[in-house]
């Protein structure tokens, strides 16, 4: 069963560095998602991208973050300069047009 | 703006009784509803979604019934085993946007 994946499944980074979060979504899905959950609270939607460009975001999403499809198969998600709370589990997803299936997350540690 | 609204937790049961999870909704237009199950150590799967309103969805022996006249989407199972102890996330979303999640509740059952 085809399946989203992301790496790495843990980075640890020091505050202020960069830091890039992989997804390959599902071959086939023209919608894709990045939302991220803090430890112990709710998964927060931060950008929906299609057709090359972005769709939404969130309010989370600032000038710091900024997504790309480099090619065919991958979807990035980059933080410029990372926080303290920019620590969470950060999950990828995809979807067809209707339900979206998400990826297994990256958790990162900014120290 | 769209919420999400579910039972506080954690939940803890013994194995084989009836589980209910309350979960509420506020939306403009007509969303579909989700619910997503994590795992310990996991991410997030679609547990089972439904589209309209009386619609049913079900799965691995849970439901849930989407009702229009009390805003509602309870999940419930009539026999739970150990290994459901996860935490679930009721969610809505419209076709190809952002999904918005619940802040989750932790179940735990008992052997």
């Known amino acids: 069963e085809p399946e989203v994946t992301q790496t790495p499944s843990h980075q640890v980074t020091q505050m202020g560095q960069e830091v890039i979060l992989r997804c390959v979504p599902i071959?086939?899905?023209?919608?894709f998602y990045w939302y991220r959950q803090i430890l112990g609270q709710k998964v927060e939607f931060l950008v929906s991208?299609?057709?090359?460009?972005?769709?939404?975001k969130s309010e989370i999403f600032d000038d710091q973050f900024s997504v790309e499809r480099p090619d065919g198969s991958n979807f990035t998600l980059k933080i410029r300069s990372t926080k303290l709370e920019d620590s969470a589990m950060y999950f990828c997803?995809?979807?067809?047009?209707?339900?979206?299936?998400f990826g297994p997350g990256t958790r990162l540690t900014v120290l | 703006g769209d919420s999400v609204t579910q039972m506080e937790g954690p939940v803890t049961l013994s194995e084989e009784a009836f589980l209910t999870i309350n979960c509420t909704y506020t939306?403009?237009?007509?969303?579909?509803l989700f619910w997503y199950v994590q795992y310990p150590g996991e991410g997030l799967q679609l547990l089972l979604k439904?589209?309209?309103?009386?619609d049913k969805g079900s799965n691995k022996g849970f439901e849930a019934t989407y009702r229009k006249e009390t805003t509602s989407f309870h999940l419930e199972k009539g026999s739970v085993q150990v290994s459901d102890s996860a935490v679930y996330f009721c969610?809505?979303?419209?076709?190809?946007?952002?999904?918005?999640f619940g802040s989750g509740t932790r179940l735990s059952i008992r052997p």
């Open positions: 439904a589209t309209k309103a009386d």
């Open positions: 997803a995809s979807s067809e047009q209707g339900s979206q299936f």
């Open positions: 969610a809505l979303g419209s076709s190809a946007s952002k999904i918005i």
């Open positions: 991208f299609y057709n090359n460009e972005i769709s939404e």
């Open positions: 939306a403009t237009g007509y969303p579909s």
């Open positions: 071959s086939n899905h023209l919608y």
